[in-house]
């Protein structure tokens, strides 16, 4: 049974624009959120991160919310780039025990 | 340069054979993982490692072995390649059991 749940398969944004990634858990004991980009043909690399004890976490040009009590989280890209076109992967993790990731998120930045 | 190797990174197989795949990491990472991408499915876990001579079942793990005989090695294999298997192979490794997962670039193998 999918923990971790991605409902939009994509997104498609103007550049400059805002772009906002959904992400909803189902697990009461994650307590560590990641968010993962992922190229074609390339591994997921880290990109961002919140911990249970905070509700915000910024990095530049993208912020994580965590909204505990709607066990809901999203990643803020502003402003979006072409470069940031991506698959984006939502991934949440309870204490000793392995990531359990989200379907993910194709994210298409359009000049 | 540092980081996660995987090995081969592209494979065809035939239903029945075997195979083994291999990753590798300089990091002194003490975790690894072996995770499956499907389209449409995201990362599923496969098995996973806690320190040298250790592994555990993840969520998908029937059809696969694992071993780490070294540290610093996580291999995967196939006994008997089934068509369902025909996926994108990532492993990652990280230092502690949350932070900081670094992925290799994925194995991808087709089963015929």
């Known amino acids: 049974d999918q923990q971790v749940k991605q409902n939009s398969p994509s997104l498609s944004v103007q550049e400059g624009r805002i772009s906002i990634l959904n992400c909803d858990y189902t697990?009461?004991?994650?307590?560590?959120f990641l968010w993962y980009k992922k190229y074609p043909a390339e591994g997921p690399t880290f990109l961002i991160s919140?911990?249970?004890?905070?509700d915000k976490n910024e990095d530049g040009r993208f912020t994580v919310f965590l909204n505990k009590s709607a066990k809901h989280l999203s990643l803020h890209i502003v402003p979006s780039q072409p470069g940031d076109s991506a698959v984006y992967f939502c991934?949440?993790?309870?204490?000793?025990?392995?990531?359990?990731f989200g379907k993910g998120t194709s994210l298409l930045v359009t000049p | 340069n540092a980081g996660v190797t995987q090995t081969p990174k592209f494979r065809v197989l035939k239903t029945g054979q075997s195979m083994t795949l291999l990753c590798a990491q300089d990091?002194?990472?003490?975790?690894m993982y072996w995770y499956r991408q499907d389209p449409g499915m995201g990362l599923r876990l496969i098995h996973y490692?806690?320190?040298?001579?250790?592994?555990a079942k993840g969520e998908v793990p029937d059809g696969y072995n694992v071993s780490r005989l070294k540290k610093q090695n996580f291999l995967l294999g196939l006994e008997s390649a089934a068509p369902s298997q025909t996926s994108v192979y990532f492993c990652?490794?990280?230092?502690?059991?949350?932070?900081?997962?670094?992925f290799g670039s994925g194995t991808r193998l087709t089963v015929v």
């Open positions: 990652a490794s990280s230092y502690t059991d949350v932070y900081g997962y670094t």
């Open positions: 697990n009461s004991m994650f307590d560590y």
């Open positions: 919140i911990s249970s004890i905070k």
């Open positions: 991934a949440a993790s309870a204490t000793g025990y392995a990531l359990n």
């Open positions: 990091m002194n990472h003490e975790y």
């Open positions: 490692s806690v320190g040298e001579g250790t592994t």
